[in-house]
């Protein structure tokens, strides 16, 4: 199969954990669209400018602006063998344009409680220079506060706060998740369960890719 994969999934599903993981293992850059936009807000670039308002309140950026950033990243020489989307789509219309400039291999949904979602966003913290993730009673830092990987603080995301992670599960819902139809419509969907530990659901994951 070749790697062409979109994960979906509520904020707090796992996505991006295991999308750095299995992206590694499948050799194909993990593309999180969350992340190049929390990039661009801390060069304050003009585009992070633009989007910073929006994601601290816990709303979608506009589409014209996730579209820019994506296609240029997708035209990007590594991506040309496959790619593995984190956070994009989003709604509709993210759908439709990614289906016009690329064709899609497998779509993997994240299933999980909602209750389970709140706890772990709770829970979070994050290295903003390389954008591992924590949790802090699932999978704390080895030292309390610093990133494994680089020693730098671990941050809580400003969208990981009780107010906005409410306005992300409402997107999510309207928006995002109406996206499973229309993937399973295109029979590209295959859905995973995204309790338990990473080791679990990773394993639960590639089975799902087979
Ligand atoms: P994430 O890291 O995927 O949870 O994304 C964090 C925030 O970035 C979201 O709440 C949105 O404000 C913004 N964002 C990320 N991806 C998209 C997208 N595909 N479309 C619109 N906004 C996005």
């Known amino acids: 199969m070749a790697h062409r994969i979109v994960f979906l999934g509520p904020p707090g599903a796992g996505k991006g954990t295991q999308a750095a993981r299995i992206a590694k293992e499948l ?3 993990h593309l999180s669209t969350g992340d190049i936009l929390r990039a661009a807000v801390a060069a ?12 601290a309140a ?3 950026v506009p589409d014209e602006l996730v579209l820019e950033i994506l296609h240029e990243r997708l035209e990007q020489p590594d991506a040309r063998g ?19 400039f690329s064709h899609v291999d497998r779509v993997i949904s994240f299933e999980i409680a909602p209750e389970v979602v709140v ?21 704390p830092p080895k030292v309390p506060g610093r990133c494994d ?15 906005a992670v409410t306005t992300r599960l409402k997107v999510y819902a309207e928006q995002t ?3 499973l139809e229309y993937y399973r419509k295109r029979h ?13 659901v990773a394993a639960r994951v590639r089975r799902a890719l087979e």
Not at 123 to 139: I, M
């Open 82 to 100: 496959g790619y593995l989307l984190d956070g994009f789509p989003r709604n509709h219309a993210q759908a439709e344009e990614l289906g016009k």
């Open 44 to 55: 304050k670039t003009p585009l992070g400018l633009r989007a910073e308002g929006y994601m």
């Open 188 to 200: 590209l969907l295959r859905t995973v369960d995204a309790h338990g530990s990473p080791d679990e």
């Open 177 to 179: 998740a109406p996206l």
């Open 27 to 29: 050799g194909v850059p």
């Open 119 to 139: 706890r772990r966003l709770s829970e979070r913290l994050t290295c903003p220079k390389c954008h591992a993730v924590y949790n802090l009673s699932t999978n």
């Open 58 to 60: 816990g709303a979608l």
């Open 149 to 163: 990987h680089d020693g730098t603080e671990l941050v809580q995301r400003p969208d990981d706060r009780a107010e």
